[in-house]
Structures are given as structure tokens and as C-alpha cells.
Antibody, heavy 120, light 106 residues
Framework: EVQLVQSGAEVKKPGEPLRISCQGS????????ITWVRQMPGKGLEWMGR????????NYSPSFQGHVTISVDKSISTVYLQWSGLRASDTAVYYC?????????????WGQGTLVTVSS | IQMTQSPSSLSASVGDRVTITCRAS??????FNWFQQKPGRAPRLLIY???SLQSGVPSRFSGSGSGTDFTLTISSLQPEDFATYYC?????????FGLGTKLEIK
């Protein structure tokens, strides 16, 4: 069974660093990219970026480039999303998803989401 | 690429046929997906490549379109279908979503 399990909810202060994780299982991890998607409270879905889990190649949305870093540790089938300094506006639920590209690209399995709350 | 969904909200009854549309700001061939999201839950892939039904999704869901105009149809609404629906283009990065259509019970 394909599963993506994300790390638990976090409460942080502005300026603090944070790394959240997404661990895949039930499939060949390095055969699929992983996507990260943000959902701010009461709002829609925003595509943040994706990583090739085999070679660590990344694509970022310009809206997030330079503010977040996506990385992978193949040895434990885990992808990370990290911030060096959080802002209050980073308060959101963050989802990872398995991203498959053949003739087309789509996210077929999703993690349960990680709620990040940034407040002084 | 901007994705414009309509309507933004919709009230319907169990058994109704419902159509949601999405327009891309430029041609995207069939690099297009539909997702369903219920409150407090992760999105669920319904349709990929504009018209392919994801495994496990009921056949009352269907998708059509290519180029710039796309449609999601639910042939006979069931109680579990009341949710928010999002379209997404995967023609070029950054992949973008529509703002969503909230489907509510009439």
C-alpha cells in the first residue's frame, strides 16, 4: 500500500527555523518525484515545488523560491521542506504528494498534511 | 499559467447532474487534473490527463476538454460528493491550481 506519512504539527515563532518531513512507503521511492503544496487557512491549494527523489533536482514556484528548501534523503525514503526563518504568513497546512510523470504529470497519493503555526 | 474555475460555489441536490468548468490562460493540451477536497482532509485525485479516471474513483465522475477549456461532470450527486473541487495544470511549472469550487447541499 502506497503511503506518505508526514511529520506532526508544529508551533513556532517568527524567525525560527523549521524542517518538516514526508516519508514514502509501499512503492519504489526513487521512481517518483515528490511535490509540496501549501494551503493557508480557509484558502485554496498552492503549488510550492517538487523534487526528483533520485537525483535531488528541484523545481520551485517563484512565489516560494528562496524562502523554502526542498531536499531528500533516499536512504530513509524521506523528503523535507525547510525554512531558515519563518514568517507569520507561513501559517498553513503543508501537503506532500507522490508526483508521477509519464505522458502527463499528476499527484496521485497525498500525505495527511502538516499544520505549521507561526505566532509570536 | 492562470486557471479560472467557475462557479466558485454551487448548491445542488442529491441526484443532480453537476458541471464545473476550468479555463487556462493559455493552451495546455490535456496536461490537466481535477482534485476533490473535503474539510480537514488531503486533496484526492479524481481525473488526470483531462479525462482519465483515477483508480478507485466512482464512474459518476468524468472529465473532458483540451487546449484551454475543461469540464468536470458528476452525473448523479451522492451525499459524499459535497466538497471543494480544484483544477490544476501540469503543462509547465509552476503548476497552478484554480481557486476551487465549493459544492454545497441545496
Amino acid at each position: 500500500e502506497v503511503q506518505l506519512v508526514q511529520s506532526g504539527a508544529e508551533v513556532k515563532k517568527p524567525g525560527e527555523p523549521l524542517r518538516i518531513s514526508c516519508q514514502g512507503s509501499g512503492y519504489r521511492f526513487t521512481s517518483y518525484w515528490i511535490t509540496w503544496v501549501r494551503q493557508m487557512p480557509g484558502k485554496g491549494l498552492e503549488w510550492m515545488g517538487r523534487i526528483d527523489t533520485d537525483d535531488s533536482y528541484t523545481n520551485y514556484s517563484p512565489s516560494f523560491q528562496g524562502h523554502v528548501t526542498i531536499s531528500v534523503d533516499k536512504s530513509i525514503s524521506t523528503v523535507y521542506l525547510q525554512w531558515s526563518g519563518l514568517r507569520a504568513s507561513d501559517t498553513a497546512v503543508y501537503y506532500c504528494a507522490r508526483h508521477r510523470c509519464s505522458a502527463d504529470c499528476y499527484d496521485d497519493y497525498w500525505g495527511q498534511g502538516t499544520l505549521v503555526t507561526v505566532s509570536s | 499559467i492562470q486557471m479560472t474555475q467557475s462557479p466558485s460555489s454551487l448548491s445542488a441536490s442529491v441526484g443532480d447532474r453537476v458541471t464545473i468548468t476550468c479555463r487556462a490562460s493559455q493552451t495546455i493540451s490535456t496536461y490537466f487534473n481535477w482534485f476533490q477536497q473535503k474539510p480537514g482532509r488531503a486533496p484526492r485525485l479524481l481525473i488526470y490527463s483531462a479525462s482519465s479516471l483515477q483508480s478507485g474513483v466512482p464512474s459518476r465522475f468524468s472529465g473532458s476538454g483540451s487546449g484551454t477549456d475543461f469540464t468536470l461532470t458528476i452525473s448523479s450527486l451522492q451525499p459524499e460528493d459535497f466538497a471543494t473541487y480544484y483544477c490544476q495544470q501540469t503543462y509547465s511549472t509552476p503548476y497552478t491550481f484554480g481557486l476551487g469550487t465549493k459544492l454545497e447541499i441545496k
